[in-house]
């Protein structure tokens, strides 16, 4: 089962701050994220293991909420260099990985 | 380092045709997985592989096989090309363990005409 990512879409301007979902309807192992700029290959972000912990790297953070299979991405004061498509990965059984549909972040002068 | 490398990074097949990808990783990674990815759409797993010799589908698995004889080449094949995998294609590598990060290649872009 693939993940839910939400919203499809969000456009910023720059300094703003977004959040963009992951949900899965069945039980997590892990969560990854990954930004894609277009025509290039996925890059990794970070990745979220049950515990609900938080991680961040620069102004990128996220959560994963176990009791709702949940995972949080937040980008916050965006800068240009953040626009693409962010997909997150969901790790069910600690081997294959199961992608979202993605969410293609604009950010405008 | 070379990391994830695949070829050919273009290519047209005709329907019918066969190719097969290559995938070829340098950093002794156990996990490797292809994954393909329509215009404006996520990454579809077609199949991975957990170790030399041992392979299990994804989410497409039709029309594709694969085959894991080394640690380091994970190559998937295409027997008769249809339209409907005209699509871009990367091959991904990880360690062992829930916490590691994939690796991606640059993927292959083919079109079946």
């Known amino acids: 089962q693939q993940p839910v990512q939400s919203p499809q879409a969000v456009i910023l301007r720059e300094g703003e701050d977004a959040v963009i979902n992951c949900s899965s309807s069945?039980?997590?192992?892990?969560v990854h994220w990954y930004r894609q700029k277009h025509g290039e290959a996925p890059v990794f972000l970070m990745i979220?293991?049950?515990?609900?912990e938080q991680k961040g790297h620069e102004k990128i953070s996220a959560s994963f909420n176990e009791k709702k299979q949940q995972s949080s991405l937040y980008l916050t004061a965006s800068q240009l260099s953040y626009s693409g498509t962010y997909f997150c990965g969901t790790d069910y059984n600690n081997n294959d990985m199961r992608f979202g549909a993605g969410t293609r972040l604009t950010v405008k002068p | 380092n070379a990391g994830v490398t695949q070829t050919p990074k273009f290519r047209i097949l005709k329907i019918g045709q066969s190719m097969t990808l290559q995938c070829t990783q340098d950093?002794?990674?156990?996990?490797m997985y292809w994954y393909r990815q329509d215009p404006g759409m996520g990454l579809k797993l077609i199949y991975y592989?957990?170790?030399?010799?041992?392979?299990d589908k994804g989410e497409v698995p039709n029309g594709y096989n694969v085959s894991r004889s080394t640690t380091e080449d994970f190559p998937l094949r295409l027997e008769l090309a249809a339209p409907s995998q005209t699509s871009v294609y990367f091959c991904a590598s990880r360690r062992t363990g829930s916490n590691q990060p994939q690796h991606f290649g640059d993927g292959t872009r083919l079109s079946i005409l």
């Open positions: 592989s957990v170790g030399a010799g041992i392979t």
């Open positions: 069945k039980a997590l192992y892990s």
């Open positions: 979220l293991l049950k515990g609900g």
């Open positions: 950093m002794n990674h156990n996990y």
